[in-house]
Nanobody, 111 residues
Framework: QVQFVESGGGLVQPGGSLRLSCAAS????????MGWYRQAPGNQRELVAR?????ISNYLDSVKGRFTISRAKNMLYLQMNSLKPEDTAVYYCNFVPAASWGQGTQVTVSL
C-alpha cells in the first residue's frame, strides 16, 4: 500500500509563495494520475491539481496560473505563487481517484 508524506506548508503573507513536496513510498503504478487536494475548515476536500505520468496537468479554476504541479519518480510537488487567503487549507497528495490519506501539510495565508 502506498503511503504519502506531505511537507512544505507554513504561514505566508498574501502574494507569497510556497512549494509543497510529497514523498510516496511503495510501488507507484506507472500509469497513475496523482494530485494535490486541499481541505479548508468547514469545507469538503477538493482536488486542486492533478498530473499524469506524461505531465499532462489540470487545475482547479481558482488556482490556474498561480499553481504548478510537477512529478518526479516517487515525488510530487506543488509550486504555489501569488497565494491568497482563500488558499488556506490542509493540503494532501494522493492518487486520482484517492486512496488512503496522509497527514497533510497546513498552508495558512494571512497578514
Amino acid at each position: 500500500q502506498v503511503q504519502f508524506v506531505e511537507s512544505g506548508g507554513g504561514l505566508v503573507q498574501p502574494g507569497g509563495s510556497l512549494r509543497l513536496s510529497c514523498a510516496a513510498s511503495g510501488s507507484i503504478p506507472r500509469f497513475s494520475i496523482m494530485g494535490w487536494y486541499r481541505q479548508a475548515p468547514g469545507n469538503q476536500r477538493e482536488l486542486v491539481a492533478r498530473t499524469t505520468e506524461r505531465a499532462i496537468s489540470n487545475y482547479l479554476d481558482s488556482v490556474k496560473g498561480r499553481f504548478t504541479i510537477s512529478r518526479a519518480k516517487n515525488m510530487l510537488y506543488l509550486q504555489m505563487n501569488s497565494l491568497k487567503p482563500e488558499d488556506t487549507a490542509v493540503y494532501y497528495c494522493n492518487f486520482v481517484p484517492a486512496a488512503s490519506w496522509g497527514q497533510g501539510t497546513q498552508v495558512t495565508v494571512s497578514l
